[in-house]
Structure formats: structure tokens, C-alpha cells
Antibody, heavy 119, light 107 residues
Framework: EVQLVESGGGLVQPGGSLRLSCAAS????????MTWVRQAPGKGLEWVAT????????YYVDSVRGRFTISRDNAKNSLYLQMNSLRAEDTAVYYC????????????WGQGTLVTVSS | DIQMTQSPSSVSASVGDRVTITCRAS??????LAWYQQKPGKAPKLLIY???SLQSGVPSRFSGSGSGTDFTLTISSLQPEDFATYYC?????????FGGGTKVEIK
């Protein structure tokens, strides 16, 4: 059974930093592109970042480029999102998601971790 | 960058109704469009990929169609468990993008 378990969310002040982690199991992690998708309270889904299987390429939405860094450790079956210079508008539930290259879709989702940026 | 616009933003329907949701892209592309269902407090679930391919385990009352700039998700006969919010997502090129969502509510 595929499992994606996010951790690291919490309350942080504007301008602060936070590192999210995602522990993956039940599939061959190194075969998949991995993605972070977020959802602000009461709002829609927003794609944040995607990383290729070997980490050789990373893609970001404009609003986080230069502040967020996506990374992975295939030996530990783990995905990360380092978030710096956080803003109130970064407040959201952050989902760890697999991205299938064959179907070009987000096929497995974690349960999400809430990040709240507030003073 | 490709922007996705969904309509309507909400729809009220009854069990047994046929419901159609539209997604329009700011630039045309062939088939790399996916649809997701999200229920309150839950992660989204993949329904359709490549515009018209049904994800394994998804009921056949869900179908997708379209290419170019216009795509549709159709629920042929709405069931009680289908009341949820639906999102389209373009996967043609980075940056990836979701539509704004369509909430299907009970009439």
C-alpha cells in the first residue's frame, strides 16, 4: 500500500523558516517525480514544486521561487521542502504527492501538513 | 504559462442528475489534462488523466473529454457520494496549474 506521510508543519512567524518532510513507502520512490501541492484555508489547490527522480531538475511556481527549495533523498525514501522568508500567504495545508510520468497526473497524495504563518 | 479556468464555480444538483464541468486553458494542448475530486478535510483523489482515461477503481459514471483549450468532466448520474469539489489540472508543461474548482452541492 502506498503511503505518504508529511511532517514538519506548524506555526511560524513571518520571515521565518520551516522544513517539511515526507516519508514514502509502498512503492519504488526513486522511480517517481515528486511534488508539493498546497491549499490555503477554504481555497483551491496550488501546485508548488516538482523534483525529478534523480533530483537533476526542479520546478517551482513563481510565488515561491527563490524562497522554497525542494529536495529528496532516495536512500531514505524521503521528500523535503525547505521554506524560507515565509509570508502570511504561504499559510496552507501542504500535500506530498507522486507525479506519474506515464499518466502525467498526481496519483497518490499524503494527508497533508498545516503550515500557519502568523505573528 | 498555461492558466486554467473552471466553470461553473458551483452547481446545485440532485441525485440522478447529469452534471458537466468545464475547464478552459489559456493555451491549447493535446490531452494532458487531469481531473480530481476532493471531499472536505480529505486529500484530492485522481479521477481522470490524459483528458479521458479513467483512473483504476473510479466508477464509470465519471467521464472526461476534450482537447485544445476546452475540456469537460461529466458525471452521468450523480450519486450521494459524488457531492464534492472537482478540480482540473493541466500537465502539458511546467509550471503545472489547477483550475479554481467546482463545488457540486445538493439541490
Amino acid at each position: 500500500e502506498v503511503q505518504l506521510v508529511e511532517s514538519g508543519g506548524g506555526l511560524v512567524q513571518p520571515g521565518g523558516s520551516l522544513r517539511l518532510s515526507c516519508a514514502a513507502s509502498g512503492f519504488t520512490f526513486s522511480y517517481y517525480l515528486m511534488t508539493w501541492v498546497r491549499q490555503a484555508p477554504g481555497k483551491g489547490l496550488e501546485w508548488v514544486a516538482t523534483i525529478k527522480q534523480d533530483g537533476s531538475a526542479k520546478y517551482y511556481v513563481d510565488s515561491v521561487r527563490g524562497r522554497f527549495t525542494i529536495s529528496r533523498d532516495n536512500a531514505k525514501n524521503s521528500l523535503y521542502l525547505q521554506m524560507n522568508s515565509l509570508r502570511a500567504e504561504d499559510t496552507a495545508v501542504y500535500y506530498c504527492v507522486t507525479y506519474s510520468t506515464s499518466s502525467r497526473s498526481f496519483d497518490y497524495w499524503g494527508q497533508g501538513t498545516l503550515v500557519t504563518v502568523s505573528s | 504559462d498555461i492558466q486554467m479556468t473552471q466553470s461553473p464555480s458551483s452547481v446545485s444538483a440532485s441525485v440522478g442528475d447529469r452534471v458537466t464541468i468545464t475547464c478552459r486553458a489559456s493555451q491549447g494542448f493535446s490531452k494532458w489534462l487531469a481531473w480530481y475530486q476532493q471531499k472536505p478535510g480529505k486529500a484530492p483523489k485522481l479521477l481522470i488523466y490524459a483528458a479521458s482515461s479513467l483512473q483504476s477503481g473510479v466508477p464509470s459514471r465519471f467521464s472526461g473529454s476534450g482537447s485544445g483549450t476546452d475540456f469537460t468532466l461529466t458525471i452521468s448520474s450523480l450519486q450521494p457520494e459524488d457531492f464534492a469539489t472537482y478540480y482540473c489540472q493541466q500537465a502539458n508543461s511546467f509550471p503545472l496549474a489547477f483550475g479554481g474548482g467546482t463545488k457540486v452541492e445538493i439541490k
